[in-house]
């Protein structure tokens, strides 16, 4: 399946579009990783720990987006969009939202 953010593909037609499709993801912060990622923050340097956190969030959006669309019988999602929030008290939450247009090219 291909997945793309622009809204056409090249060298493909669009044959019908199946509608819009989403995929989401919200993982909890650990106490421990919170507290390692501060640190890390104030002595400068990037946060490993988060980093990888919103790259397994991402990939999960878009294995959920992914399997939506083939469950609507698209063959690729045109147009995804990918939405990065905090949420809880403190932010103690990652939420990733994927969304996009299914449709069937050939």
């Known amino acids: 399946m291909i ?3 622009t809204h056409t593909i090249e060298g493909k037609t669009i044959r019908t579009y199946k509608g819009i499709v989403t995929g989401e993801a919200i993982m909890g912060a650990n106490v421990f990783k919170d507290l390692f990622a501060g640190i890390r923050d104030i002595v400068g340097g990037r946060s490993a720990t988060y980093e990888n956190e919103l790259r397994r969030a991402k990939d999960i959006a878009l ?3 992914q399997e939506r ?3 609507a ?3 690729a999602v045109i147009g995804i969009d990918l939405d ?3 949420i809880g008290q403190g ?3 990652l939420m990733v939202t994927a969304s996009g247009t299914a ?3 050939d």
């Open 63 to 65: 294995e959920e987006l």
């Open 3 to 5: 997945l793309t953010t």
């Open 73 to 75: 019988g698209a063959n």
């Open 84 to 86: 990065y929030e905090t």
């Open 69 to 71: 669309a083939q469950a």
């Open 103 to 105: 449709v069937i090219i």
């Open 91 to 93: 932010a103690s939450m």
